[in-house]
């Protein structure tokens, strides 16, 4: 009984934690809860916990703004080929040994910060997105269907794009959320996400809203640049504690 109510304790306190980065930068809820979750329990059954939170609050992001429907024409191709990598990407995530896929994970939470705190911001030209768009959103679908992480290569891509700021919030909100609902797809078909664990997951929604909420009064007060580089080399450091420890 106290170690469920510590482990329950626990899980609450990392998604407070995720939410309140998210209330901060913007991104980073799946990025961070699920890099901590993998402390206690496989990536399969961390990426299960993520699907209402992470659907949530995506929703919200993708909504905010009336550019909806202009990125939907634009973007429809990285769209779908998300969906199609994630469910192709999680029959992995499920039969994977927890080690392996823990060191994906950690491979993945690597390669992000490196490129976020180290890579040169990039344009796209648009004559390129016709045939760019799907391919990113594959590799995307795949690396989120592995590791439960949905930010490598949509992230920098969509930065790339030019939007305005606006239209990047509610962008990464629309990856972010087709990203959630086809990994929820794929855990279901593999029999990793169940409809009992809906409500732990529902039950993890208010210590994320609430580190939203947290977070955006935080975020007047400290430089988001800073925190975030922060944030990445925390991220690199747990990437690198996933990496190493099947050899511990």
Known sequence: MHESLFLLSLISLIFLVAGMVKGITGMGLPTVAMSLLGMLMSPASAAALLVIPSFVTNVWQCFSGPAIGSLLRRLWPLIVTIVVGTLWGSSLLANTAPQLSGMALGIALLIYAGYALLAPALTIPPRLEPWL???????????????????????????????????????????????????????????????????????????????????????????????????????????????????I
């Open 133 to 247: 768009s799907p391919l990113i959103g594959l590799v995307t679908g795949i690396v989120t269907g592995i590791t439960g992480v949905f930010v490598m290569p949509a992230v920098p891509y969509l930065q790339a794009l030019n939007l305005d700021k606006d239209e990047l919030v509610q962008a990464l909100g629309l990856s972010f959320t087709v990203s959630t609902l086809a990994l929820a797809g794929g855990l279901f078909m593999h029999d990793v996400f169940r409809l009992n664990q809906l409500g732990m997951s529902t039950l993890v929604i208010l210590p994320s809203l609430l580190g939203m909420w947290l977070g955006q009064k935080i975020r007047v007060h400290i430089s988001p640049r800073r925190f975030k580089q922060c944030l990445l080399l925390f991220l690199a450091v747990l990437g690198l504690q996933l990496i190493i420890r099947p050899f």
